[in-house]
């Protein structure tokens, strides 16, 4: 089964008041994995991957990766740009293959950032593919995020709605409290407001920063319409905390056995995601 775009998953998890996963994903190694538990647990999959994670594979490479692995599973998946820095970057990834992109313009000048998503728009919608918007901006916990603004801004009922119909994306990533990078203290989700954004915009809601949420916390956002959650931070802790058990005891330094070991206990990562977002067993 080939990549679907993104709005074929998002839309049905709005239907039926679950979430679909954006796992992040760097290397070969992550893509099986994260398709592997997907398919166990017949759960629909967004594989994403942006800047911060190019520099190991280029959206050719990367696309390419994602592209040939995918017919050994039975997977609904989406494969997306996750915080496009760029135009090129997005014609990088409508070029290798990829069913969605979001170009995050957030920090710039709102002007900016509507004309910008608007043409990304024009050269997506043709070829049918997603696209994902932010209006507000997420922040970042600390130093150790690689994305997010440095100055957090919540996003605006009205101004979403009056994005999105100017911009045409298919997709809003809202900002009501939530931050990329690993938590400190608990996020103080702003409900009230996403219950008003939910009210004012049409299109499906992502919530970034997944990681670390309170599964309450998790569930009452769900429940008012988000329906994409972003998972990055809690992968990449698993593998290192692993490579860095294995590493450190000697216990395991040939790469690629120790990578299995990583691999094994992200998937279980992965897969406690797949249910907290209600995904499993969602597979059509």
Request: aromatic share 4%.
């Amino acid at each position: 089964m080939p990549f679907v775009p993104m709005s074929d998953l998002l839309s049905d998890a709005t239907a039926h008041g679950y979430a679909v996963p954006g796992f992040c994903v760097w290397c070969a190694e992550a893509v099986q994995t994260v398709l592997r538990v997907a398919q166990s647990l017949h759960a629909p999959v967004i594989l994403m991957n942006g800047p911060a994670e190019f520099p190991m594979l280029a959206p050719g490479a990367i696309g390419a990766v994602a592209h040939s692995l995918l017919p050994a599973y039975d997977v609904r998946a989406a494969l997306l740009l996750d915080h496009g820095d760029s135009l090129d970057r997005v014609h990088e990834c409508l070029d290798a293959g990829y069913t969605s992109v979001m170009l995050d313009y957030s920090t710039r000048p709102l002007a900016e950032n509507v004309a910008a998503v608007r043409e990304v728009v024009s050269l997506a919608h043709p070829q049918g593919v997603t696209v994902e918007g932010e209006l507000g901006v997420v922040g970042k916990v600390g130093a150790t995020a690689v994305e997010g603004g440095d100055e957090p801004a919540l996003t605006d009922p009205q101004e979403a709605a009056d994005y999105v119909a100017a911009t045409g994306a298919d997709c809003l990533a809202v900002a009501i409290g939530n931050a990329h990078g690993h938590y400190t203290s608990l996020p103080q989700l702003d409900f009230d407001r996403l219950a008003r954004i939910r009210e004012a915009v049409a299109v499906p809601l992502a919530l970034h920063g997944g990681s670390g949420t309170p599964d309450a916390d998790l569930h009452r956002a769900i429940s008012l319409g988000i329906a994409k959650v972003n998972v990055a931070t809690d992968l990449v802790a698993t593998v290192r905390k692993s490579l860095v058990r294995q590493w450190g005891d000697e216990s395991n330094l040939w790469i690629p056995q120790a990578m299995e070991v990583a691999m094994e206990t992200m998937g279980e990562t992965v897969a406690r995601w797949i249910r907290r977002t209600g995904a499993a067993e969602r597979a059509l």
